[in-house]
């Protein structure tokens, strides 16, 4: 009885260890959330402003220069010192 104690014992030792190196590889760290969101965040600035040039409608192009507010407002926010935020 002890020997299936021990044995389950060292069982979820080494299941527990196993799972914790593996969170550790593939945890996303905030740096790199980051970078991925200030690229996603200029892509979209990117088209916003592509399809602001191509816009007739006087509404529609107030609605998408606020849209590229509030994006550059979120970029400036996570990078101060990015060149769209000077």
């Not at 979820?12 to 190196?21: D, H, N, Y």
């Not at 529609?60 to 970029?75: G, V």
């Amino acid at each position: 009885m002890n020997k299936i104690n021990a044995a389950l014992l060292w069982t979820v030792l080494l299941s527990t260890l196993s799972g914790s190196l593996w969170i550790f590889n593939n945890i996303a760290w905030a740096s790199d959330v980051d970078r991925i969101e200030i690229r996603l965040i200029v892509r979209d600035l990117r088209e916003l402003r592509d399809e602001l040039e191509a816009e007739d409608d006087p509404d529609a192009a107030a609605r998408l220069q606020q849209y590229i507010d509030e994006l550059l407002d979120d970029l400036c926010r996570i990078e101060p010192d990015h060149r769209e935020c000077e």
